[in-house]
């Protein structure tokens, strides 16, 4: 599987902003699908992640009730609509896919990771 993730760009605080991870190369419906960011000098941290229906999602702390992950499995791609965003969350913003919906926090259990596309927020 092949992921493309795009939609990164220089917003003020309390804009939005919305990533897409577009698939190919691989049943897309069989993967969990997550978010994971880093910021200069940090380790990656995970951000969001779906199951491969949809059906489930999770977040971590810092983002819950700001951001909402989807996926659109007929053009095999997952969304990360950011609102409300804080110069806190500049970042390279990465997805990774993974085929069950265990471990979604940990960065080592994906398979398959994107290139990153940068989100810089400015106060």
């Known amino acids: 599987v092949q992921l493309q993730a795009s939609g990164g760009g220089l917003v003020q605080a309390g804009g939005s902003l919305r990533l897409s991870c577009a698939a190919s190369?691989?049943?897309?419906?069989?993967?969990?699908v997550g978010w994971f960011r880093q910021a200069p000098g940090k380790e990656r941290e995970f951000v969001a992640a779906i199951s491969s229906r949809g059906l489930n999602t999770y977040y971590a702390d810092s983002v819950r009730g700001r951001f909402t992950i989807s996926r659109d499995n007929a053009k095999n791609t997952v969304y990360l609509q950011m609102n409300s965003l804080k110069p806190e969350d500049t970042a390279v913003y990465y997805c990774?896919?993974?085929?069950?919906?265990?471990?979604?926090?940990?960065?080592?259990?994906?398979?398959?990771w994107g290139q990153g596309t940068l989100v810089t927020v400015s106060s």
């Open positions: 990774a896919a993974k085929r069950s919906w265990t471990k979604v926090i940990i960065t080592s259990a994906y398979d398959y």
């Open positions: 190369g691989g049943s897309f419906t069989s993967y969990a």
